[in-house]
């Protein structure tokens, strides 16, 4: 299993960020995919996690309205699109999965939201 992210980055508040975690090494579209994220000095959180057909999402609760997750199964990709983005946003963010019994995270990607 392979997740590498990208997409971060500095941002103004009030901005937007698109993330986007490219897989590989299993089978994309029969997992969940999620994405953590982990300020300095705070644990690992989830924030937001999407089924493998897209169906059903789900988000913390920090960041309900202002985050949405997708995914392409075509393209082997799980997307974040951030917005109104606040200070308290800033983070490493994690892509993650669950493949055979086995939690699989990429190496992240930083966000820093400030003026």
């Known amino acids: 299993v392979q997740l590498v992210e990208s997409g971060g980055g500095l941002v103004q508040p009030g901005g937007s960020l698109r993330l986007s975690c490219a897989a590989s090494?299993?089978?994309?579209?029969?997992?969940?995919m999620n994405w953590f994220r982990q300020a300095p000095g705070k644990e690992r959180e989830l924030v937001a996690g999407?089924?493998?057909?897209?169906?059903?999402?789900d988000y913390a609760d920090s960041v309900k309205g202002r985050f949405t997750i997708t995914r392409d199964n075509a393209k082997n990709t799980v997307y974040l699109q951030m917005n109104s983005l606040k200070p308290e946003d800033t983070a490493v963010y994690y892509c993650h999965t669950y493949v055979s019994r086995k939690n699989s995270w990429g190496q992240g990607t930083p966000v820093t939201v400030s003026s």
């Open positions: 090494g299993f089978t994309f579209s029969s997992y969940t």
């Open positions: 999407i089924t493998k057909f897209g169906i059903t999402t």
